[in-house]
């Protein structure tokens, strides 16, 4: 026991006659010449220390710097390239012998990067990277120090504090200048296992936005480093440009973040996501160890408004928008990056609104994986009815392909179009289905390469637009030679059920059978609508199996006569005829037909 306080003695006499020669004696800044000389030989450029280099031995390790600059190359609009106020690092030298590290303070204030790109393409880190060699050399040590397990007894940090760091981004070839600010970055009393308090606050500066954000929270490592916590993490930013809705944006995040270093496992629990009138809750777990990160994301939204969130429009003339369209060139879109994930999403959301059409109580679940994006899930209430839908886009080659089905129920139909397209032609409560397929993701070439195939009904509606009893009583009166009708009737046809099928190919919706029921008449038809062109051409057929008498009608002179009747024109302004011509021969053989009956009864069925 002895020996060992006598050698526990010598080892402390040596420290301290090592720091009292080094403090009084040795003159740190003597070596000022040959470290400035040194650096100016590996970078080429000017390397300034200005202030007097100050350190300490005992009984704490520490430096500090000042005065600090490395110049920019020749002809830079900005003279330096890095500029440092001043950096302080403290480490106590005792606790170092068990294994043991406690800093005093680390700090470093006034830090200043200047990065610059020419014109020509130059820019202030060419030069710097090195020989190579020295590369591949450093490489391999760092690979070997990363291979090298030390085992830390303690750590523990009285605070640090970095601030007033800028980093300038000046690109002379778009003439922009982008500025990062890290105002201030600290972090209080900190040790391996406990809990420490940090805050930061941060500055962008961009050609069109600038972006403030501030927050707090409490950092935990556990004592074998395999994990780190940052709890009640609050984040505040404010942002605004002309880009952003209403010049001004304003987002809270508070989040836990939890990091398993040893599984390779990041879960990022949020507790509260606002921005825009926009409230959301979730949980989002990362696996890293993966080739391919593993990504798992569960959101709950409130009520969003999508029109907020778009970017106010830049005003052009309609000729304006169209000679841009025009000579834009048209791409499929890059969906590679789909390959190179791996996404398990969730999402509720209690009500969506885009463009006047409200959704509510949405819920989506959907993976993307290996180049697929599969929508296993999706449902929605809209309109005092559903909706559901599955669907696939599969990007695994050049140019992507799709599939979907989709169906309503009990949806009221006209909101529905009014709100969803500005069309106001039908009425009732639809059911719908459909389902889809086609290749490439270019506009035009959807509307051309979409092959679909559906069914719907609408029951207890009214055709908007059009009035096919008044039309038919005008056409009695035009029978009876009066032409001077006037038709003051609401443009209105109820009817009990319409139903149909259709194909979509080429842009062109076919409806093959399309029947419509009421108390007093019968249509059926056939036509097509051109999606691309946005115009119908419908040929239909009408039968009275009611009366029109105490309707505004009298005798019905066309009763057991089919009545054909026409939709054309735009899908906005559909125009609604008769077939006059085609009215008058089938009323012509009709009459016919009637006076061959009564010959022949008159001639005793000759």
Do not use: C
Request: proline residues 3%.
């Amino acid at each position: 026991m002895k020996a060992l306080k006598w050698l526990l003695g010598i080892v402390a006499g040596v420290i301290l006659i090592l720091a009292v020669y080094l403090t009084v004696f040795f003159d740190l800044n003597s070596f000022k010449p040959q470290i400035v000389e040194a650096v100016e030989n590996q970078t080429g450029r000017t390397f300034v220390i200005k202030d007097d280099l100050s350190w300490s031995v005992f009984p704490s390790i520490g430096i500090k710097l000042g005065g600090i600059s490395l110049s920019n190359p020749e002809n830079f609009s900005t003279n330096n390239f890095v500029e440092v106020n001043e950096a302080v690092a403290n480490v106590e030298l005792m606790p170092l012998l068990s294994q043991e590290v406690e800093i005093a303070m680390l700090s470093l204030d006034g830090l200043t990067v200047n990065m610059i790109t020419q014109k020509d393409g130059t820019t202030s880190i060419d030069g710097l990277s090195g020989d190579s060699s020295a590369a591949v050399a450093e490489d391999k040590t760092t690979d070997s120090a990363a291979k090298t397990s030390v085992e830390l007894q303690s750590l523990q940090i009285g605070g640090v504090s970095i601030t007033n760091t800028t980093i300038n981004l000046i690109d002379e070839t778009t003439d922009t200048t982008q500025v990062f600010k890290l105002n201030s970055l600290t972090l209080g009393e900190f040790s391996l296992g406990n809990d420490a308090d940090f805050a930061y606050d941060f500055l962008a500066q961009l050609p069109d936005m600038t972006v403030n954000s501030n927050g707090e929270g409490k950092l935990n490592v556990s004592k074998d480093l395999a994990k780190l916590v940052i709890n009640g993490f609050t984040i505040n930013t404010d942002v605004s440009g002309k880009g952003i809705p209403n010049n001004q944006l304003s987002t809270q995040l508070v989040t836990d973040i939890a990091v398993a270093l040893d599984s390779q496992n990041v879960e990022v629990i949020i507790s509260k996501l606002s921005a825009m009138e926009i409230d959301a809750t979730g949980k989002l777990s990362v696996n890293y160890g993966a080739k391919i990160p593993k990504i798992n994301m569960q959101m709950d939204f409130g009520d969003i408004d999508v029109d907020k969130l778009m970017p106010a429009s830049d005003e052009q003339t309609p000729a304006e928008t169209e000679k841009v369209a025009s000579t834009a060139p048209a791409t499929e879109p890059d969906l590679s990056a789909l390959k190179t994930i791996d996404v398990t999403m969730g999402v509720t959301i209690k009500s969506i609104k885009v463009a006047n059409l409200l959704t509510q109580n949405w819920k989506m679940n959907a993976t993307v994986k290996d180049g697929i994006a599969n929508l296993s899930e999706f449902s929605a209430n809209l309109y005092e009815g559903s909706i559901q839908a599955t669907a696939k886009l599969d990007a695994r080659q050049k140019v992507a392909s799709y599939h979907f089905e989709e169906s309503l129920t009990g949806v009221q139909f006209r909101p529905l179009l009014k709100d969803a397209a500005d069309v106001d032609l039908i009425s009732g409560a639809a059911n719908f289905k459909v389902k889809g397929s086609g290749k490439s993701l270019i506009p035009d070439n959807i509307k051309k390469n979409l092959l679909a195939k559906g069914d719907f009904e609408i029951a207890d509606g009214s055709l908007y637009g059009v009035n096919i009893p008044q039309m038919i009583r005008s056409a009695q009166d035009k029978l009876k030679g009066d032409l001077s009708a006037k038709n003051t009737e609401e443009l209105k046809t109820d009817f009990t059920s319409l139903t149909g099928s259709f194909d979509l190919n080429s842009a062109v919706l076919t409806n093959p059978d399309l029947a419509m029921s009421s108390p007093l008449i019968r249509l059926s038809g056939n036509g097509n609508a051109n999606i691309d062109s946005q115009t119908v051409d419908y040929k239909l057929t009408t039968s009275l199996v009611g009366s029109l008498a105490g309707q505004g009608g009298e005798k019905d002179a066309l009763a057991g006569v089919d009545i054909p009747l026409t939709i054309t024109g735009s899908m906005q302004d559909p125009k609604f005829g008769i077939d006059t011509s085609a009215l008058f021969d089938a009323k012509i053989k009709g009459e016919t037909d009637k006076l061959k009956d009564s010959l022949f009864k008159k001639l005793g069925g000759f």
